[in-house]
């Protein structure tokens, strides 16, 4: 049973940084790629980054810059770095990991938000 926590949310100011952790039961090299989503109040689920085994990495344009995620084999650990919050940054967000074939696995959620 894959389980994937996130510590790491809170409260922040505008402008302020944050790092989010998933922390994997077991290894992350069992996933072919690992990500971070959002979903804010009334809105769907997005898109934020994610990282292949490979260390391919991809962001939403609205995070270009100031989003950075990081994956750490040993830890089995994925960060997400955010620097220069803003207030439409607030969502709780989740981790994410695929595994070959079609193993889609989700973590509980953390509560981010970035006061104006």
């Known amino acids: 049973q894959v389980q994937l926590v996130e510590p790491g949310g809170g409260l922040v100011q505008t402008g302020g940084s944050l790092t989010l952790s998933c922390v994997a039961s077991g290894s992350i090299n069992r996933f072919n790629v690992m990500g971070w989503y959002r979903q804010a109040p009334g809105k769907e689920r997005d898109f934020v980054a994610s990282?292949?085994?490979?260390?391919?990495?991809m962001y939403a344009d609205s995070v270009k810059g100031r989003f950075t995620i990081e994956r750490d084999s040993i830890e089995n650990v994925v960060y997400l770095h955010m620097n220069s919050l803003k207030p439409e940054d607030t969502a709780v967000y989740y981790c994410n990991a695929e595994e070959y074939p079609d193993n889609d696995y989700w973590g509980q959620g953390t509560q981010v938000t970035v006061s104006s």
């Open positions: 990282i292949t085994r490979g260390y391919h990495i």
